[in-house]
């Protein structure tokens, strides 16, 4: 295997999480006799720039498909970021009516919204057709397609279509081709215009043990060295950078065009690269210790599960998220150890889990089951998720986090 961005060969193993199904490949009742389909999942750093990929063993068009189960707009703290984010864009960058904002992988509209109540135009680009035809349903213009340098070129740039805001929220983890995103992203930015994206920070997941993060649907798991260098390889040049506690721990880089571009560089860039480098991670060696700690974890889970088990204890879970999937999957969890998953979004009730097949399940069982434990699978909603089923103190009910280690809240 060779690095998605430099072509290096990959020699250096961070992780090997064995086999896993697509982690929002959730199943129907019928499809729990038949075969269910699993692929490898093992995780390479490269030793040259130090993006941390997946080889794409399931390819991205079967992922994300037309039936793609993931809705952005059933977290509300989620929505409460979008929000804030849409007010200080308009006001740092002074949008208006005239203005074009786009986003990549738009989903439901969910952060497009936002833009649209100010009556600033906006176009999705999103290539679930169940989830776009959400957000068209709330008057957000929205293109059905996977964003690349072909599209940036033939369906923007050649229409006369430059944004000048480009924002793109969880999804650069999620390109196969890395470099031809990129590449796409110079070709479609207006001369003066902004693109700021959102991922998760590889110095969390690394601190802090997060393996739960890795799944097919993330082919690179990304730091701001190592997505500095992708950028100003195609022309494009960071001004700022943010650190945010969205997902566990985030980045939200600013870039413009580095010939056109008309914003000063922010001290934060500089700032960060050094943290990241006292922190270790331009040092192969600082990720060799990665997977003994995950199997730590799994230890001190498996057996608080088994303790529980044995001692009649009703376990449960809340969040039906990919990072729970992979989690489950990973720990060797199935239903019977865990009755069921609580999940706020009907497009996963009644279905059930991938690999686990725990069934997912409305929250209205909870008052009437009284479960003994919850375990939070989106750890990085903790706040949201505690603070919502607060009532289940009431029969002493108790929550469980897994990561970074096994806590009773």
């Not at 864009?89 to 509209?109: H, K, P, T, Y």
């Not at 057709?129 to 349903?137: D, H, L, M, P, R």
């Not at 992708?230 to 650190?243: H, K, Q």
Request: with cysteine.
């Amino acid at each position: 295997m060779r690095c998605r961005h430099c072509n290096n060969e990959l020699q250096f193993e961070f992780i090997d999480l064995i086999n896993s199904p697509a982690s929002n490949s959730f199943l129907t009742k019928e499809q729990l006799n038949e075969p269910e389909l699993f692929f490898p999942l093992k995780i390479y750093v490269c030793d040259k720039c130090f993006l941390v990929q997946v080889d794409e063993y399931k390819k991205s068009t079967d992922i994300f498909n037309h039936e793609y189960v993931y809705f952005s707009s059933y977290s509300t703290s989620w929505l409460a970021h979008c929000k804030k984010y849409a007010d200080k864009m308009c006001e740092r960058f002074s949008l208006n009516q005239n203005s074009l904002v786009m986003e990549i992988a738009s989903n439901d509209g969910y952060m497009l919204q936002y833009f649209h109540e100010k009556g600033i135009p906006t176009l999705g680009i999103e290539p679930t057709k169940n989830t776009a035809e959400v957000a068209i349903s709330k008057g957000i213009n929205t293109i059905v397609d996977f964003f690349s340098t072909k599209f940036a070129s033939e369906s923007l740039n050649n229409k006369g279509i430059a944004p000048d805001l480009i924002a793109a929220k969880n999804v650069l983890a999620h390109v196969p081709d890395i470099n031809d995103f990129v590449k796409g992203l110079k070709i479609a930015l207006g001369k003066q215009g902004v693109i700021t994206i959102e991922f998760p920070h590889l110095l969390k997941l690394v601190q802090e043990c997060q393996f739960d993060t890795i799944y097919h649907e993330h082919f690179s798991y990304l730091s701001f060295y190592t997505v500095n260098k992708i950028f100003e390889s195609y022309g494009l040049t960071m001004f700022d950078v943010e650190e945010l506690p969205t997902h566990g721990g985030s980045l939200r880089i600013y870039a413009q065009h580095k010939d056109t571009g008309i914003n000063t560089i922010s001290d934060n860039v500089a700032k960060l690269l050094q943290k990241e480098k006292d922190a270790g991670l331009l040092d192969i060696q600082s990720y060799s210790d990665f997977k003994n700690r995950a199997d730590i974890i799994r230890s001190h889970f498996n057996i608080f599960i088994s303790e529980q088990n044995l001692k009649g204890k009703k376990v449960v879970a809340y969040g039906a998220a990919a990072k729970g999937n992979t989690f489950l999957n990973y720990c060797g969890t199935k239903t019977g150890q865990i009755n069921y998953c609580i999940d706020a979004s009907p497009h996963k009730q009644n279905k059930y889990m991938p690999g686990s097949h725990i069934p997912v399940v409305s929250e209205d069982i909870l008052k009437q089951d009284k479960p003994d434990y919850i375990i939070i699978l989106p750890w990085n909603l903790r706040t949201e998720i505690t603070e919502q089923l607060s009532y289940v103190r009431e029969w002493g009910a108790k929550f469980v986090i897994a990561i970074p280690e096994l806590t009773i809240i």
